[in-house]
């Protein structure tokens, strides 16, 4: 692993984070948790399932879709995919308490033989030429510093005519600087937050052309605003959450992330590419 993959593996990592989800989850009343009991811990992006399903229904998946997670997290997406389509998911990884947290949960939902975790990066994936017809990618890329590697990699396993869809946090108009923490980074150093035009660019340098692109800024205002209410509205987070794998600065990290989107300096995007074939 290169330097900056330690350090971001290291931010990701918080103190018994499976211990904390069973407690959260015995809070709310669930005993043996479902794919979907998991949802406001294991889909670690703006908006959580909506999101990720904003972007999984521009695309074609069926039961036999070959697809790789980039940055899997907890495996939420991975468990989402083969739920709701059937499809066989590989997800990977560079923090290993996620990835064996991942795999603890896949078990407990009788997922495990669908999904395989695996720690590995993003810029060095460990899988053939051609094994995949979708890569999905879910606020990944800020940690990346290298995008044309990312890309290259991504064309690289992806099989001619698959496709690559992803939603990160990239920067917007302003060229101000971000406010830290942030939930990918406490600082500016792990941080890698570029413009939609460098990811195209790298997208086009691996053979990758741009499909499909929107900006979501108004969606994240106003899902955060409603989460924003209903915290005040019930005096804090509910037990289960992202907040679970963000530690003691989770509040200031999620206000920080709004107010860099209120003031353009970063905004969530999606892209789907193409690989020519
Ligand atoms: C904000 S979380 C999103 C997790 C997951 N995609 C989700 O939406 O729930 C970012 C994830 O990217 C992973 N990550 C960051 N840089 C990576 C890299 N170079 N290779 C693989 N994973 C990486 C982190 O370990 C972390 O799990």
Not at 46 to 55: I, M, N, Q, R, V
Not at 83 to 89: E, I, L, S
Not at 91 to 120: C, H, M, S, W
Not at 189 to 202: G, I, K, L, Q, R
């Amino acid at each position: 692993m290169e330097p900056l993959e330690h350090r971001v593996a290291a931010h990701y990592t918080t103190q018994d984070l499976l211990a904390r989800i069973d407690e959260a989850l015995k809070k709310q009343g669930v005993e043996t948790a479902t794919v979907d009991d998991l949802k406001p811990v294991d889909e670690f992006h703006t908006g959580g399932l909506e999101a990720t399903d904003a972007l999984l229904s521009q695309l074609q998946i069926s039961a036999g879709t070959r697809i790789l997670d980039i940055g899997c997290g907890l495996g939420g997406t991975a468990r989402h995919i083969v739920h709701r389509y059937g499809a066989h998911v590989t997800g990977i990884d560079l923090t290993p308490v996620f990835v064996e947290i991942g795999q603890t949960l896949n078990a407990r939902v009788y997922l495990d033989k669908a999904i395989a975790l695996e720690v590995a990066s993003a810029v060095d994936l460990p899988m053939g030429e051609g094994s995949f017809d979708l890569v999905t990618m879910f606020h990944v890329g800020m940690n990346i510093a290298d995008k044309e590697r990312l890309f290259a990699e991504v064309g690289r396993v992806l099989r001619s005519g698959g496709q690559f869809a992803l939603f990160d946090v990239m920067r917007d108009d302003s060229a101000n600087p971000l406010v830290f923490p942030l939930p990918w980074s406490d600082v500016s150093e792990n941080s890698h937050v570029e413009p939609a035009a460098t990811y195209v660019d790298a997208a086009a340098a691996a053979g990758l052309s741009l499909n499909a692109q929107r900006y979501r800024r108004d969606f994240t205002l106003s899902f955060f605003a409603n989460a924003f209410a209903a915290m005040e509205r019930s005096g804090g987070p509910p037990p289960l959450g992202i907040h679970l794998l963000m530690g003691d600065t989770a509040g200031e990290k999620l206000k920080n992330y709004v107010a860099n989107v209120e003031e353009h300096r970063v905004a969530p995007v999606e892209m789907i590419f193409d690989k020519v074939a």
